[in-house]
Structures are given as structure tokens and as C-alpha cells.
């Protein structure tokens, strides 16, 4: 069973960086696309970032591209968004999924596993 546990959220002022970080266990993530979605209140929850963890491609929302950066260490199974730049638009919950399709990337509705979230508050 995958088991997924995010870290590194908090309050930062607009124009800052957080990285956030995402524990993954249970099983082999070879096969596995790793997601970053959010979710701002009253709003649905939205993809922001995926990564391969074999091949290492990764994909960005048009909202954060340039701005922020996932990445995966291997060693570690652990999977990273790092968030420069960041915007009050940028405050929700972040959570981390796993998916064997890539198609996560248009839907989180393909999640196999999601972690319990991080809050990202970004102030003006």
C-alpha cells in the first residue's frame, strides 16, 4: 500500500520560496508519476506539477511553470516541489499523489494515493 506524507508548507511572504516534500513508501515508484495538486478553498483541486520517477520528465501547469520545480531523489523516495516567486494565488493545500498514468496531469480523478496535504499561505 503507498503511503505518502507531505511536509514543508507554512506562511511566506509574496516574492519568497518554500519547498515542500513529499515521503513516499509502500512499494517500488518505478512505474509510478508522481503529482503536486492544490486545492484553494472553494476551488477544485488542481494539478500543478508531475514528475516520471524512472525517466525523470517532468510537466507543469501553465500557472507555475518557471516559478517552481519538481524534483525526486531516488535514494530517499522522496519526491520535491521546490516554489520560487510565489503569489497570494499560490495559497492552498498541497497535496502529493501517485498515479501509474501519466494522464494525472489532467486529472486528479487518476490518483492511486494521495498524502494528507501541507498549507501554503502566501501573503501580500
Given at each position: 500500500?503507498?503511503?505518502?506524507?507531505e511536509?514543508?508548507?507554512?506562511?511566506?511572504?509574496?516574492?519568497?520560496?518554500l519547498?515542500?516534500?513529499?515521503?513516499?513508501?509502500?512499494?517500488?515508484?518505478?512505474?509510478?508519476?508522481?503529482?503536486?495538486?492544490?486545492?484553494?478553498?472553494?476551488?477544485?483541486?488542481?494539478?500543478?506539477?508531475?514528475?516520471?520517477?524512472?525517466?525523470?520528465?517532468?510537466?507543469?501547469?501553465?500557472?507555475?511553470?518557471?516559478?517552481?520545480?519538481?524534483?525526486?531523489?531516488?535514494d530517499?523516495?522522496?519526491?520535491?516541489?521546490?516554489?520560487?516567486?510565489?503569489?497570494?494565488?499560490?495559497t492552498?493545500?498541497?497535496?502529493?499523489?501517485?498515479?501509474?498514468?501519466?494522464?494525472?496531469?489532467?486529472?486528479?480523478?487518476?490518483?492511486?494515493?494521495?498524502?494528507?496535504?501541507?498549507?501554503?499561505?502566501?501573503?501580500s
Amino acid at each position: 500500500q503507498v503511503q505518502l506524507v507531505e511536509s514543508g508548507g507554512g506562511l511566506v511572504q509574496a516574492g519568497g520560496s518554500l519547498r515542500l516534500a513529499c515521503a513516499a513508501s509502500g512499494r517500488t515508484f518505478s512505474n509510478y508519476v508522481m503529482g503536486w495538486f492544490r486545492q484553494a478553498p472553494g476551488k477544485e483541486r488542481e494539478f500543478v506539477a508531475a514528475i516520471s520517477w524512472s525517466a525523470g520528465s517532468t510537466y507543469y501547469a501553465g500557472s507555475v511553470k518557471g516559478r517552481f520545480t519538481i524534483s525526486r531523489d531516488s535514494d530517499k523516495n522522496t519526491v520535491y516541489l521546490q516554489m520560487n516567486s510565489l503569489k497570494p494565488e499560490d495559497t492552498a493545500v498541497y497535496y502529493c499523489a501517485a498515479s501509474k498514468t501519466l494522464s494525472i496531469t489532467h486529472t486528479y480523478r487518476l490518483a492511486d494515493a494521495w498524502g494528507q496535504g501541507t498549507q501554503v499561505t502566501v501573503s501580500s
